[in-house]
């Protein structure tokens, strides 16, 4: 069965990866891990979600349709969409907005995606339990960040349900809750330092 959502198609069976944030504003790095993630974790297209606000940041992101638009130049793969889905569903958290994608799409395998900075941090997430309980985690290590990653609350908890880097081609076929960490030799490049160096104005 097919289904069309926001003119995203998907089917029963396909392996999705889903990668959310604010990307304010998306860079080189975020473009990257994608690549990387759709041979590492052997997924068939990734889905970027461009958040319409991030609640765990205080600075206000730059508008939602420049944070799009420059998202759509920086990320441009045939098997990669750049998405306005949780705009368009009107979900605020990570956890609602993949119970929405769930009930819509139940046959399509789905891959929550995250950089080691975020699994840092990631039990201060909303419903964080559900998301790491509802599909499969591929976590991306970016410079700086793996050791306070690997120590983190989630870490341990779900030490368990880890999935050596040696099977991450396995990740989307696992029933969660699942996660795989996987070393890669990334960019330091990140948003927080465009708009630091004063590369990125979100007023414009």
């Given amino acids: 069965m097919k289904v069309t959502m926001n003119g995203l198609r998907a089917w029963d069976g396909l392996t999705v990866g889903l990668l959310g944030g604010s990307f304010d504003p998306a860079h080189e790095g975020h473009a990257h891990i994608t690549r990387e993630a759709l041979k590492r974790f052997s997924l068939d297209a990734v889905w970027w979600l461009v958040s319409p606000g991030n609640p765990l940041k205080q600075r206000g992101p730059a508008s939602f349709e420049k944070r799009l638009a420059v998202a759509r130049q920086v ?73 306070s990653a690997r120590r983190s609350l989630t870490a341990q908890r779900y030490a368990h349900a ?43």
Avoid: K
Wanted: proline share 6%; with cysteine.
């Fill in 162 to 204: 880890r999935l050596p880097g040696i099977a991450s081609h396995m990740l989307a076929r696992q029933n969660a809750p699942a996660w795989c960490y996987i070393n890669l030799p990334l960019s330091e490049r990140s948003s927080s330092a465009i708009r630091a160096a004063g590369q990125w104005d979100a007023d414009t």
């Fill in 75 to 147: 990320m441009q793969h045939p098997r990669v969409t750049v998405t306005d889905i949780e705009y368009q569903l009107g979900t605020v958290f990570t956890s609602q907005t993949l119970r929405a994608l769930r009930e819509r799409m139940p046959q399509t395998r789905l891959v929550w995606l995250m950089g080691a900075d975020n699994l840092a941090n990631f039990h201060q997430w909303q419903g964080w339990h559900d998301i790491i309980e509802t599909v499969p985690m591929g976590v991306l290590a970016r410079p700086g960040d793996r050791l």
